[in-house]
T-cell receptor, first 113, second 114 residues
Framework: DAGVIQSPRHEVTEMGQEVTLRCKPI?????LFWYRQTMMRGLELLIY????????DSGMPEDRFSAKMPNASFSTLKIQPSEPRDSAVYFC???????????FGQGTRLTVV | AQSVTQLGSHVSVSEGALVLLRCNYS??????LFWYVQYPNQGLQLLLK??????LVKGINGFEAEFKKSETSFHLTKPSAHMSDAAEYFC????????????FGKGTHLIIQP
């Protein structure tokens, strides 16, 4: 398996623009997680899904952030409108029932100018 | 609520010396504990995990960690450091393993001196 695939790897956008980050989990995994990594706050869980249903979105910072999982092989994290303080590395991870660890993608480095 | 504390944001050791990275956790239930490594501009790679089986856990690249319930600790060690071990190391905890989000420590940057 190719592992968790995230796109794009790097994104530079202007303040106020909409940004969409994409994730393809490992085939057969039914849990999907979105994390954000910043220097100030470290790694934080934003939201996670089980069987395409959002289970816990308490980590989503603001209404400007939204996440969807339309099917088992694809998820998006959208920021609208983006702000400079959203600049971070966003990671997607997936796992499966009975599997004790999550597998991480390479991340998307977002820069909002 | 869970939390993880990693003592020392930076640890420097000489090549060939013992590596010790400290992690203390708090959890209201028997935890799942993990150590992940992150190389520059890369994702997180699992080093090892504790899932209530053996308290001494061996991982990849010669790393191991010991779960000590009485001390709520899960320190990471390696007998002899290599230059290739230079990276960021994260300790993490969850209540339900892969069926739950992870709570991470702030990370420890491991520096290897030649």
């Amino acid at each position: 398996d190719a592992g968790v695939i995230q796109s794009p790897r790097h994104e530079v956008t202007e303040m106020g623009q909409e940004v969409t980050l994409r994730c393809k989990p490992i085939s057969g995994h039914d849990y999907l997680f979105w994390y954000r990594q910043t220097m100030m706050r470290g790694l934080e869980l934003l939201i996670y899904f089980n069987n395409n249903v959002p289970i816990d979105d308490s980590g989503m910072p603001e209404d400007r952030f939204s996440a969807k999982m339309p099917n088992a092989s694809f998820s998006t994290l959208k920021i609208q409108p983006s702000e400079p303080r959203d600049s971070a590395v966003y990671f997607c991870a997936s796992s499966a029932r009975g599997v004790t660890e999550a597998f991480f993608g390479q991340g998307t480095r977002l820069t909002v100018v | 609520a869970q939390s993880v504390t990693q003592l020392g944001s930076h640890v420097s050791v000489s090549e060939g010396a013992l590596v010790l990275l400290r992690c203390n956790y708090s959890s209201s239930v028997p935890p799942y504990l993990f150590w992940y490594v992150q190389y520059p501009n890369q994702g997180l790679q699992l080093l090892l995990k504790y899932t209530s089986a053996a308290t001494l856990v061996k991982g990849i690249n010669g790393f191991e960690a010991e779960f000590k319930k009485s001390e709520t600790s899960f320190h990471l060690t390696k007998p002899s450091a290599h230059m290739s071990d230079a990276a960021e190391y994260f300790c993490a905890v969850s209540d339900r393993g892969g069926a739950d989000g992870l709570t991470f420590g702030k990370g420890t940057h491991l520096i290897i001196q030649p």
